[in-house]
């Protein structure tokens, strides 16, 4: 079965610069999750798309952006990088159910950011 | 402020026993909740979940005990195999819309042959 799909699987960049990763969603989820999970720690979301628009927020810095596109695919835009910033990002899908708080995330395989 | 805990980061369990995984919430707007298993370098693999107006959810080998009075949940796996070691995960949804899943910090699981 189609999983989701994450690219690049391994990023590096130097502080300042900027990154897009890419999430393609399982086919015919039409919602979109981004986590960060740091060394060490639990995945924390950051932001959700639900047919292209943005549905939910947490602890996304401003410097990061995010959209959801037609085709449901989702690109997270990080700018002015810091060391910090340097995490494991996953991104999930979900096709919407009865009612939200019940669907099943589908996580990707991660994009691990490292920040020089 | 973790709001969702796995107080044993670390677990070890002789194959063909049973494992169980712990996890306490302090959230009591926590509605529904998911376990999920990750192996180094992939993404979070779901294994089961338990909506609040249930106490236990069973899937094969694998099963969900809730337990609302106390915010406890559990993850059993009888019988334990090889391929259960991996890092646990318990993870909550509040109710009524909000999408963002609060994850736990997990728990290392060791199946010994």
């Known amino acids: 079965a189609a999983g989701v799909i994450q690219s690049p699987r391994h990023l590096i960049k130097e502080k300042r610069e900027t990154a897009t990763l890419k999430c393609y969603p399982i086919?015919?989820?039409?919602?979109v999750y981004w986590y960060q999970q740091g060394p060490g720690q639990d995945p924390q979301f950051l932001i959700s798309?639900?047919?292209?628009?943005?549905?939910d927020k947490g602890s996304i810095p401003d410097r990061f952006s995010a959209q959801q596109f037609s085709d449901y695919h989702s690109e997270l835009n990080m700018s002015s990088l810091e060391l910090g910033d340097s995490a494991l990002y996953f991104c999930?899908?979900?096709?919407?159910?009865?009612?939200?708080?019940?669907?099943?995330?589908?996580f990707g395989p991660g994009t691990r950011l490292l920040v020089l | 402020d973790q709001q969702v805990k796995q107080n044993s980061p670390s677990l070890s369990v002789q194959e063909g026993r049973i494992s169980i995984l712990n996890c306490d919430y302090t959230n009591s707007m926590f509605d529904y909740f998911l376990w999920y298993k990750k192996y180094p370098a992939e993404g979070p693999t779901f294994l089961i979940s338990i909506s609040s107006i249930k106490d236990k959810n069973e899937d094969g080998r694998f099963t969900v005990f809730l337990n609302k009075s106390a915010k406890h949940l559990s993850l059993h796996i009888v019988p334990s195999q090889p391929g259960d070691s991996a890092v646990y995960f318990c993870a909550a949804y509040p109710n009524f819309g909000n999408e963002k899943l609060t994850f736990g910090t997990g728990t290392r699981l060791t199946i010994i042959p």
């Open positions: 086919p015919r989820h039409d919602t």
């Open positions: 999930a899908s979900s096709s919407r159910g009865r009612a939200t708080g019940q669907e099943t995330q589908y």
């Open positions: 798309f639900y047919e292209k628009m943005q549905s």
